[in-house]
C-alpha cells in the first residue's frame, strides 16, 4: 500500500473512534507525599495547570470540556521553539512529510499523557526530572497554547504506584507478554524500543478475533466495512520516547482487546506503526 494510502486508512480508522471512544477513569493511586496536579483543557485547547512542578514522581488530574482531549508532556530541546514545533507536527505528523517529522522527534522528548473525556476525567503518572516541558493538548497546533512549565526544586518523594505492564521493544514491536491483564486499575506502558510509541486499546466485537481485525485493518484498500471492533470501548494513552514510562487509570469491560500503536515511522516515509505489524491481542479479565 502507497504512503498516501496509509494515511488515507489511518484517517478513516481514526475518524471512526474518535468520536466514542470511552475512556474512565478508576480509582486513583496510592496516597502520596504530594497532591496531584490539577489540569483542565478548555474548549479551545487551552491548558491550565501550575506552571512550577517538583521533580519526580507525580500524578496529574486531567479533567476537560471538550468532548475528548489529549493532554501530553513534552520536553523541548535547548533552543527549539513552540513555533518550529507547530510546524513539524503540522507538516510532519498531519501531512506525512519526513523531514519535518525527523527533525520534530530529533528535538522533543514525549514524556507521556492521557485522554480525558468531558464526563470521564484522565489520571497519568510519570517520572519528572527538572528541566523545561510544554503541557498541550494534541489536539491543537497553535504554538500559543503549548504551556511552559518549569520543573525544579525537591523531589516530589512520591513513589510510582503497583500496576499492570505493557511494553514495547525493537523499533516497533510489543512484548509477547503479559497476555492478560486486570480489567481495571493502574496500567504502566514502558517503552523499552528505539522509537516513539503510544497504546490505542479497543474491545473486539462479540465472535470477532484478532484475525479477524487484521483483515479488516490490513486490507490492501485500507480498513472497510463494519469494523470489528468496538470503539465505544477502549482507551487511549499519550506518547512515550525510548527509555520512559507513563502510568494511567483506567476501568474497561471484560474480553479480548486489539492493542495498536499508530506513531508513524520516519525511517518508513511515514508509515504508522501498526501498519508494519505493531498489533497484537490482549484480554483484560
Known amino acids: 500500500m502507497s504512503a498516501p494510502k496509509y494515511r488515507a486508512a489511518l484517517a478513516s480508522l481514526a475518524l471512526a473512534g474518535a468520536a466514542s471512544l470511552t475512556v474512565v477513569a478508576a480509582s486513583a493511586p496510592a496516597q502520596a507525599a504530594t497532591a496531584p496536579v490539577p489540569v483542565s483543557i478548555s474548549k479551545g ?3 491550565t495547570m501550575p506552571t512550577t512542578l517538583q ?3 507525580t500524578e496529574f488530574t486531567v479533567s476537560t470540556k471538550r468532548k475528548r482531549a489529549d493532554f501530553q508532556l513534552v520536553i523541548p530541546a535547548a533552543g527549539y521553539t513552540p513555533q518550529e514545533a507547530a510546524r513539524d507536527i503540522e507538516k510532519g505528523l498531519d501531512r506525512g512529510k519526513v523531514k519535518p517529522l525527523k527533525r520534530f522527534e530529533a528535538n522533543v522528548t514525549l514524556a507521556g499523557g492521557t485522554a480525558a473525556m468531558a464526563d470521564h476525567p484522565g489520571t497519568l503518572v510519570v517520572t519528572l526530572t527538572p528541566g523545561t516541558y510544554w503541557a ?5 497546533t497553535d504554538p500559543a497554547k503549548f504551556l511552559p512549565v518549569t520543573v525544579t526544586g525537591a523531589d516530589t518523594g512520591n513513589v510510582m504506584p503497583a500496576s499492570a505492564q505493557i511494553k514495547a521493544k525493537s523499533a516497533a514491536k510489543w512484548a509477547g507478554s503479559p497476555k492478560s ?20 486499546m479497543v474491545k473486539l466485537k462479540k465472535g470477532k478475533s484478532l484475525s479477524d481485525f487484521k483483515k479488516w485493518f490490513l486490507s490492501e484498500t485500507g480498513p472497510s466495512g463494519p469494523p470489528p471492533v468496538d470503539f465505544n470501548k477502549g482507551l487511549s494513552m499519550g506518547v512515550v520516547s525510548p527509555g520512559l514510562s507513563e502510568t494511567v487509570s483506567y476501568k474497561l469491560p471484560k474480553g479480548n482487546y486489539v492493542m495498536l500503536c499508530f506513531w508513524p515511522d520516519a525511517s518508513m516515509g511515514g508509515m504508522p506503526h501498526a501498519f508494519m505489524g505493531m498489533i497484537r491481542g490482549i484480554k483484560l479479565k
Open 45 to 47: 485547547h487551552v491548558v
Open 55 to 57: 521533580p519526580g514522581v
Open 136 to 140: 498541550l493538548d494534541v489536539g491543537t
Open 181 to 200: 491483564i486486570p480489567n481495571k486499575g493502574l496500567l504502566t506502558f514502558k517503552n523499552a524500543a528505539t522509537q516513539n510509541h503510544f497504546v490505542e
